[in-house]
């Protein structure tokens, strides 16, 4: 059994977008930039399409998470690539956009208490060259005998085995989107969007909370701990935020958030369509508020609001005891909507009742 939160590891797609729009405030981009929202982007002899060749014009950052607009985030890579690494072959050539995603914890163990957990990649310089030493006698044997399966194996078997190893500007524009081969795990999303919500703290996340005896003895309390600062200005941070806002009301998850109490529950969102090779995109919705995060993720199922809207509302809708505009703590999931902070309450007769809370 696979525990796809904590093991599973995909391509985030423009969930990936609000860490991008942090690294580049923090480095020469500012609110007030405005950038051409078209319906494609050349890159050498590629272009680069927007979803469904949407176009829009000149757009700030907010508009262009609200919309997840590529082209917009394919300028900001294509930006940092120009000025610190248009040398392909230099892996130690400057990136703000990767350092940003390493800030938010991304390519690390969250340090979870269960086994196994996977760490994720960041496919930067560094590990392209990596992967091209580890694979290039494979692609090069294949490309010297001739034998790939089909016509697309044997241009890139070629391709590989003579310069596999070049971070180009189509590895820049593609990272910059969540697509190529950046891979995260649920998990580690959800811990940074936490980090957006609470002002750049990244905390460890915890299933226990304490070890209580059989007799109800208390013997050993896990308390939270943070495990890092996201290295970014609380202005960047509050920017994303506030934009954040308006993808269920104005944005591309607004169809799934019809006639919910947005006004009410400040859900912040952002939607990603995971593109896979030979295989139907990975559906991603991510969401929080100043109490929550909320994150669904769904191989193979296409869009990320057609797939994983619904649930992801039905889940608010739980945690908040909504129903239509009407938001009743006393119907939530939890009493109360968040858990107390205390441990439940161990009854000689070895039954356990819920933690009392301070009204």
């Not at 003895?217 to 943070?226: E, N, S």
């Not at 139907?280 to 929550?292: E, G, K, L, P």
């Amino acid at each position: 059994m696979l525990s796809r939160a904590t093991q599973g590891q995909f391509a985030p797609g423009s969930t990936w977008k609000p860490i991008m729009t942090v690294g580049a405030l923090n480095n020469g981009f500012t609110p007030q930039t405005r950038l051409d929202c078209s319906s494609g982007f050349q890159v050498g002899n590629r272009w680069f399409k927007n979803y469904e060749s949407e176009a829009y014009g000149m757009i700030g950052f907010d508009r262009a998470l609200q919309l997840s607009c590529d082209t917009f985030f394919y300028r900001v890579g294509f930006h940092f690539w120009q000025k610190y690494g248009s040398d392909p072959t230099n892996v130690n050539a400057k990136d703000p956009l990767v350092q940003e995603a390493k800030n938010f914890g991304f390519g690390s163990e969250t340090g979870i208490d269960l086994p196994g957990e996977a760490s994720g990649r960041i496919a930067d310089r560094h590990w392209k060259l990596a992967y091209w030493k580890s694979m290039k006698g494979y692609y090069c044997s294949m490309d010297r005998k001739g034998n790939a399966p089909s016509a697309f194996l044997k241009l890139f078997a070629h391709e590989f085995c003579l310069e596999g190893s070049y971070y180009r500007a189509g590895d820049a524009v593609n990272y910059s989107i969540g697509q190529g081969d950046t891979i995260v795990t649920p998990l580690q999303l959800a811990r940074a969007y936490a980090a957006l919500s609470n002002g750049g703290t990244l905390w460890k996340p915890q299933i226990a909370k304490a070890i209580v005896s059989a007799d109800g003895k208390v013997l050993k309390r896990f308390t939270p701990r943070a495990t890092g600062k996201v290295d970014a200005s609380a202005s960047s941070i509050r920017y994303v935020n506030q934009a954040l806002l308006g993808t269920p009301k104005v944005g591309t998850l607004a169809w799934k958030f019809i006639d919910f109490p947005l006004d009410t529950v400040h859900i912040r969102g952002k939607t990603g369509s995971a593109e896979v090779y030979g295989k139907q995109s990975t559906s991603w919705v991510a969401t929080f508020d100043d109490n929550y995060v909320v994150v669904m993720m769904v191989t193979q199922a296409g869009t990320g609001s057609g797939t994983s809207g619904p649930a992801v509302r039905k889940i608010w809708e739980a945690l908040y005891g909504i129903k239509g505009m009407n938001v009743d703590p006393a119907h939530a999931a939890i009493p109360g909507t968040v858990p107390p902070k205390d441990l439940p309450t161990f009854m000689k007769d070895g039954s356990i009742l819920p933690p009392a809370r301070e009204d």
